[in-house]
């Protein structure tokens, strides 16, 4: 008999086939959930900026940044920002992304199992949820708190790379040093806005 995959909460049937998980839970829309903006369509960040440090040590989220974290945090002004776990930079994100945490931890589980790897769940939980809620106006100002600036050596600017379900906001300095051919576009971005402002 073929197992039932219906939407978690509504108990609706899902057609999206992503994956089963217990209890007969739709994979694909906690995937999704933890993604979607007001709209229920995916928040997607991409392009690159900069913004130098202005007064009161604020910097500004470019519009296009801004406008996919409103939507994603449903229409609210606020940022979750958090180190990322492998790269000299800092990770944005809105709320529907943070919300969907809980999934990603659940499938890295699965993933691990499904492989035989080790995987501690509560040293997860500690990376992805160890952010920082971050308000901004409407011309996007906002604050990066002291010690989040300081992990990754943002002084004056911030270079904006836009990454998906999420952007990272980088010291130029850190951007300049990159070793590899996947950095190039980013690297050459950061090097033209910096140039453009000087």
Not at 156 to 177: C, N, Y
Request: hydrophobic letters at 40%; a positive charge.
């Amino acid at each position: 008999m073929a197992a039932q995959w219906v939407l978690p909460r509504t108990g609706e049937p899902c057609r999206c086939r992503w994956g089963l998980r217990p209890g007969g839970w739709c994979f694909g829309a906690f995937f999704r959930r933890g993604i979607a903006g007001v709209a229920g369509l995916p928040v997607i960040y991409s392009g690159q900026n900069l913004s130098p440090k202005g007064d009161k040590e604020r910097f500004v989220l470019p519009a296009p940044f801004r406008k996919a974290v409103t939507e994603s945090s449903a229409g609210k002004n606020l940022l979750y920002v958090s180190k990322h776990p492998v790269w000299d930079c800092l990770v944005g994100y809105g709320e529907s992304r943070r919300d969907g945490l809980m999934a990603e931890i659940d499938r890295d589980h699965e993933m691990a199992t499904r492989a035989g790897q080790p995987f501690d769940r509560d040293m997860r939980y500690f990376q992805l949820f160890d952010c920082a809620e971050v308000g901004f106006d409407n011309s996007g100002r906002f604050v990066i708190p002291a010690h989040l600036k300081a992990l990754v050596g943002i002084g004056e600017h911030i270079f904006l790379q836009g990454s998906g379900p999420f952007f990272t906001m980088w010291a130029p300095d850190v951007v300049e040093k990159l070793e590899g051919p996947q950095w190039a576009s980013a690297k050459a971005a950061c090097a033209s806005l910096m140039k453009g402002i000087k």
